[in-house]
T-cell receptor, first 112, second 111 residues
């Protein structure tokens, strides 16, 4: 089966600019997750969708981060405006409900 | 606040050795415990998922155990190989499959 697809793989922006990441989950997976992984740390959940509804966004900095999952398939994560501390790898994952997560290769964001 | 701790942070062993990675968590309200592998520049690959009603799971040379009462899980790797070199992450799974990750153990298996 095709895995979780993410783009772009790398992105370098200046602080205060905006950026968007895209994720296409595994076909049939209703649950989609966005994680932020800062260098040397474990991934931290930003937002979890079940179909196109939000299950958990308690750790999403809503003043600058937004995410949507139109039609319950693809998802985009946006940061506007970016800060230096947003430099991280942004991982998308998908799963059936309460099953192992399948991760994409991530987008490495550098904010200068 | 739920915390997940992994010890050791880094481990180097010679090829062929058996090894144990440790994971501890503070929240006993656990639905599952998951172990992942992460290679440099890549995403995470699921290795084992232990439901809260289970004590252990096995896949090939990997065996993971779960002790909810003590808040601990271990990942046992038998007969380690250089290809096992990676970062190993454990994650506490909550009711909605929300995962809280540890910071990982960086494993190097020397040929």
């Amino acid at each position: 089966e095709a895995g979780v697809a993410q783009s772009p793989r790398y992105k370098i922006i200046e602080k205060r600019q905006s950026v968007a990441f895209w994720c296409n989950p595994i076909s049939g997976h209703a649950t989609l997750y966005w994680y932020q992984q800062i260098l040397g740390q474990g991934p931290k959940l930003l937002i979890q969708f079940q179909n196109n509804g939000v299950v958990d966004d308690s750790q999403l900095p809503k003043d600058r981060f937004s995410a949507e999952r139109l039609k319950g398939v693809d998802s985009t994560l946006k940061i506007q405006p970016a800060k230096l501390e947003d430099s991280a790898v942004y991982l998308c994952a998908s799963s059936f409900w309460n099953s192992p997560l399948h991760f994409g290769n991530g987008t490495r964001l550098t904010v200068t | 606040k739920q915390e997940v701790t992994q010890i050791p942070a880094a481990l180097s062993v010679p090829e062929g050795e058996n090894l144990v990675l440790n994971c501890s968590f503070t929240d006993s309200a656990i639905y599952n415990l998951q172990w992942f592998r992460q290679d440099p520049g890549k995403g995470l690959t699921s290795l084992l998922l232990i439901q809260s009603s289970q004590r252990e799971q096995t896949s090939g040379r990997l065996n993971a155990s779960l002790d909810k009462s003590s808040g601990r899980s271990t990942l046992y790797i038998a007969a380690s190989q250089p290809g096992d070199s990676a970062t190993y992450l454990c994650a506490h799974g909550g009711a909605t499959n929300k995962l809280i990750f540890g910071t990982g153990t960086l494993l190097a298996v020397q040929p």
